[in-house]
């Protein structure tokens, strides 16, 4: 019998049928996975599926045989389990940062790691309803540029845009570039931000990647370098509450005992703490903004700014100015 013309690809798709159809819970009778590779136009006898499936397992596939009614064979083990797909799955989902479009598009090839029986597991699971997405379809060509541009040492010029009350979009810099050197890429209260260097303000700062539009890579190396250690930059988001800028200063904190484990959230376990009794002190740098005073506020009397001084008062007059505003009748 003449051989079909797919048969030197016979073990290319009989990994594929492998990965696609079977996994630790579904496993294909001989026959069935002789019939699955009739579906790519490739014969299959009993014997030469035994030393293919023989062959796959010496290439590392762990395919099980197991017994009960007829012989199955199954995909025991894969790169991603179930949950770690879930995992990644969920983390699409949930970031801002990402449009919906580009978010379904993800999660799709997210499935494609799994069996086709995880993949309608995962995808019965998918809910986007409420949920905030970027709308700038620009996000994928944007992570790729900058990746590019700090691997190549180079700038980039790009413009940056707010949103205003009436759910415009509005350009800073009255429309004009940014001149940026790329420094690092966070993730952050489930939004991507660049690190970079600003050419014209001659320091470092930081954007939403998803509001950055038009990125172009300039020939002009990177600037600033040395100006945030490595571990600066590990740090980044520790100490910009929320991403937002503002001087970098150390702190020293009063808290009570209750909220250890949300100031060890948010600093790591190596910040610095002496014991008071009911209360601890922690001390740690961060940097002085709106969002960093709002944290601390937030928990009322059970957490209290020691020092600098500068920095405990301007928390005392924004928590006046809050209790006048309240008491204050609107007109």
Known sequence: MPKMPNQKLKLVYLSRIFSERTDRYHGLTLSEISAALKEYNISAERKSLYDDIETLKLSGMDIRTVRDTHVRYYLMTRTFELAELRLLSDAVQSSKFLTEKKSRELIRKIEALGSRYEAAELHRQDDFSGRVKTENEEIYGNITALHTAMSENRK??????????HKQRLLRKNGDEYLLSPWALRWDDEFYYLIAYDSDAKKIKHFRVD????????????????????????????????????????????????????????????????????????????????????????FGDRMRILSPESVAKEAAEIARSIVTMYETPME
């Open 156 to 165: 980039i010029a790009c413009k940056y845009f707010e949103w205003n009350e």
């Open 211 to 298: 509001k950055m539009l038009r990125i172009r890579l300039l020939d002009d190396r990177r600037e600033g370098e040395g100006v945030l250690t490595p571990e600066d930059l590990s740090r980044y988001s520790q100490r910009a509450f929320g991403m937002y800028g503002g001087e970098q200063v150390n702190v020293r904190i009063l808290a009570d005992n209750a909220l250890a484990g949300v100031v060890l959230d948010r600093f790591g376990t190596d910040v610095t703490i002496l014991n008071h009794g009911e209360r601890f002190e922690f001390c740690t740098k961060v940097m002085v903004s709106p969002t960093f005073f709002s944290w601390v506020l937030g």
